[in-house]
C-alpha cells in the first residue's frame, strides 16, 4: 500500500485524484491518497502531489497550519518523489528543490492559457498534450529537461522532484501520475 501524499490547500486537486486512482489501477497497486492539510500531516508518505492553483494564495493558506514547512522536510528527509504542476513547480523552484528559476505567469496575459502538444521524455513516451493555465516559464531552460514546447523546456526532473509548467491531470494520459507511483514502489 502506497500513501501519496496531495497538498489540499488551494488548487487543482479533485483531477490529480482521478488520475493517481486510474494510475494505481492500470498499476495494479494499491494506494491510499491523503488529503494534506497541516505539518503534521506530512510524515509515512511515499510519493507528494503539489498542484497547480495559485502559489501565492497556497503560501498565504499554509501559513497558519505551516504544512508546506513539513513537506519541505519530509521531501528531504525521506526523499519521496514529487511532482509538482504550474503552481505546485513554482513552489519547487522557490524552494530550490529544482534549480531552474521560473517567472510566474511567464507565458503573458495574450498567451494565459492554451493547449499545445510538447515533447516529453518519460519511459516510453515522447508526444503530450500540454495544457497551460496562466503558466509560469522556466526562465532559463535546464540541463534536467524532461518535456520541451518546441525548444522551451516546460519540464524538469531533478533527483526525484519533477516541476511541470503544464496540467497533466488534466489530460487522459496517466503517464506523469505512473511516473510517481512507479518511483513511490522503489
Ligand atoms: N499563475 C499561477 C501562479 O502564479 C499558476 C497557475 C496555475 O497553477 N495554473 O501561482
Request: hydrophobic residues 40%; glycine residues 8%; contains cysteine.
Amino acid at each position: 500500500m502506497l500513501t501519496i501524499g496531495l497538498a489540499m490547500l488551494q488548487g487543482a486537486r479533485r483531477e490529480h485524484i482521478h488520475a493517481l486512482q486510474r494510475a494505481a489501477a492500470l498499476l495494479e497497486v494499491e494506494i491510499e491518497i491523503r488529503e494534506l492539510r497541516k505539518s503534521t500531516d506530512t510524515t509515512g508518505l511515499d510519493g507528494l502531489i503539489l498542484p497547480g492553483g495559485e502559489s501565492t494564495a497556497m503560501k498565504i493558506a499554509s501559513r497558519s497550519e505551516d504544512l508546506y514547512s513539513g513537506l519541505w522536510k519530509e521531501i528531504e528527509d525521506s526523499e519521496i518523489p514529487v511532482l509538482g504542476t504550474c503552481a505546485g513547480a513554482i513552489l519547487l523552484s522557490q524552494q530550490g528543490l529544482v534549480t531552474a528559476p521560473i517567472e510566474r505567469n511567464g507565458f503573458g496575459r495574450q498567451r494565459e492559457s492554451f493547449q499545445s502538444q510538447i515533447q516529453i521524455d518519460i519511459d516510453e513516451e515522447k508526444i503530450f498534450p500540454g495544457v497551460f493555465i496562466r503558466a509560469p516559464r522556466f526562465s532559463k531552460g535546464s540541463p534536467h529537461a524532461i518535456a520541451w514546447l518546441d525548444d522551451e523546456v516546460v519540464g524538469i526532473l531533478e533527483g526525484k522532484c519533477m516541476a511541470l509548467t503544464f496540467h497533466p491531470e488534466l489530460t487522459d494520459n496517466l503517464c506523469f501520475h505512473r511516473w510517481l507511483l512507479n518511483e513511490a514502489m522503489l
